[in-house]
């Protein structure tokens, strides 16, 4: 429930007759499920994406990894040969083949494998276009029957309903996407969904630093807490993505927070102006929107259903050395002591700078 549009998603997913979910735990889509299969988590399962992770522990319970789910499928529809592979380890070898290598080789050296990847190899097959040139015209727009050229198109205008920007960041600095919220240390540094905005805009809203407010779109709604940022341009408001709160009453009505707190909601989809028409992706940037307050009833509201509103401090704006924020646990130091951040993102939630 996390792509754009959610009402409309929710709407299409509603009409089907069968909804199977494959988690590990009860997220907002799998409550919509009729039938919820127990998947693995990453430490369960071993996999090679940007580097190796080889798997840490069993998968409790009747957990299954999604290569045994599809095999099983595969195989009472007659499609063994199509999907043959029963375990993670067979799918690794089988893309490892190329390399000449095996999962298991690949963990006891405990290094990726070196694949063939010579330099210009344009200068041999061409490049990936129709004409195998560089396409400064590309050919495969021009079929598609869109513009071959680059072109600038315009921001949509500004509007008295919708006065302000919005553009969708990734999510906080504690979260993977739509994950993590269930760890009790992370929600401490990110209780709620922070809206940075600039101090007059705040101002010009009424609203105090941390309190409660409603962005709003064309397209959908979703609220969270106003915070300012001295380099946010005036009229601009950055928007936090994949919120949801597991600890939240589950259910159609309230999907633990996603009608809420989720940003999808807000995205558009069908707007011609604020989708890319060539790949049929929506904006993330740049979409009109008005921030208004939550009045105290509405705030009462929503702590009636999701708790008391705790504080959540103010960021220290600054540049830090790397050596000074050690002391956090999500402090990376393999860059070096000297090596400067901005110290903003990891400050927001309490934490310390320094």
């Known amino acids: 429930m996390s792509f754009a549009n959610t009402k409309r ?13 494959y988690e590990h735990m009860i997220t907002p889509t799998e409550q919509l499920g009729d039938y919820v299969l127990p998947g693995d988590s990453w430490l369960e399962r071993p996999s ?8 840490a522990m069993q998968p409790p319970g009747e957990c299954r990894s999604i290569v045994h789910f599809w095999h099983e499928l595969a195989r009472r529809m007659g499609l063994e040969n199509e999907f043959p592979w029963q375990t993670p380890e067979e799918l690794l070898d089988y893309r490892l083949e ?12 405990g290094s990726m494998p070196k694949m063939e990847n010579p330099e210009k190899k ?18 495969i727009i021009d079929d598609l029957s869109f513009d071959p050229l680059p072109c600038y198109r315009e921001a949509s205008p500004e509007s008295e309903e919708y006065p302000l920007c919005m553009f969708i960041v990734l999510p906080d600095d504690e979260y993977y996407r739509t994950g993590h919220r269930h760890i009790p240390d992370l929600r401490k540094r990110a209780q709620d969904p922070a809206f940075f905005v600039n101090k007059a805009d705040l101002s010009d809203l009424g609203l105090e630093e941390g309190y409660w407010a409603r ?23 950055r928007v936090p993505h994949g919120w949801w709160k597991p600890e939240a009453p589950q259910g159609l009505s309230h999907m633990s927070g996603m009608w809420s707190f989720s940003d999808a909601q807000t995205t558009p989809d069908e707007e011609p102006d604020l989708i890319d ?4 992706i929506p904006h993330m940037k740049g ?3 008005r921030l208004t307050k939550l009045t105290t009833a509405e705030v009462k509201e929503l702590e009636s259903v999701f708790g008391e509103t705790l504080p959540m401090p103010n960021a220290v704006e ?4 790397k050596r000074e924020s050690t002391k956090d646990f999500m402090a990376d130091i393999e860059f070096g002591e000297d090596v400067e951040f901005q110290a903003v993102e990891l400050s927001l939630y309490g934490r310390s700078s320094g």
């Open 9 to 21: 998603i929710y709407e299409g997913l509603m009409k089907q007759d069968l909804i199977v979910a």
């Open 48 to 55: 090679m994406m940007v580097g190796i992770s080889d798997q």
């Open 98 to 109: 190329p390399g000449n290598t095996t999962w298991a080789e690949v963990v006891a050296s």
């Open 122 to 139: 344009y200068e041999k097959t061409g490049f990936a276009t129709s004409t195998g040139k560089v396409e400064l015209y590309s050919t």
């Open 215 to 237: 962005i709003e779109t064309l397209t959908g709604r979703m609220v969270g807490r106003a915070f300012i940022r001295s380099g946010m341009p005036k009229g601009l408001v």
């Open 277 to 280: 028409l060539e790949q049929g």
């Open 287 to 289: 979409v009109p929107c």
């Open 318 to 321: 600054k540049n830090v050395p």
